[in-house]
């Protein structure tokens, strides 16, 4: 069964930075995207960034310039390098990956335990 695991979160000063990292527990067949979502207590789960296979990105417009989203498609991993933090991008991130475990599998997505970011004003 695939499990993604997540490292990297913690706490950090405004304006600090942090970078977290998601890898698959096995080889995947095929990965068409991966992710970085975030909940913060109380408020919806919300995208925070995306990148494709073929490397095509998406952000949230609130982590613009802030954030970069980076992928090892080898290593069925995904990045997330978090600069200049806010305290409104304190919340659980969650790690996902939309793909198949076999040729013959279908196409779906998996999700990450969340690993929790704390940013202090």
């Known amino acids: 069964q695939v499990q993604l695991v997540e490292s990297g979160g913690g706490l950090v000063q405004a304006g600090g930075s942090l970078g977290l990292s998601c890898a698959a527990s096995?080889?995947?067949?095929?990965?068409?995207?991966m992710g970085w979502y975030r909940q913060a207590p109380g408020k919806q789960r919300e995208l925070v960034a995306t990148?494709?296979?073929?490397?095509?990105?998406n952000y949230a417009d609130s982590v613009k310039g802030r954030f970069t989203i980076s992928r090892d498609n080898t290593k069925n991993t995904v990045y997330l390098q978090m600069n200049s933090l806010k305290p409104e991008d304190t919340a659980v991130y969650y790690c996902?990956?939309?793909?198949?475990?076999?040729?013959?599998?279908?196409?779906?997505?998996?999700w990450g335990q969340g690993t929790q970011v704390t940013v202090s004003s």
């Open positions: 996902n990956v939309v793909g198949r475990l076999t040729k013959l599998s279908i196409n779906r997505d998996y």
């Open positions: 096995v080889r995947m067949s095929s990965i068409n995207a």
């Open positions: 990148v494709t296979t073929g490397g095509s990105t």
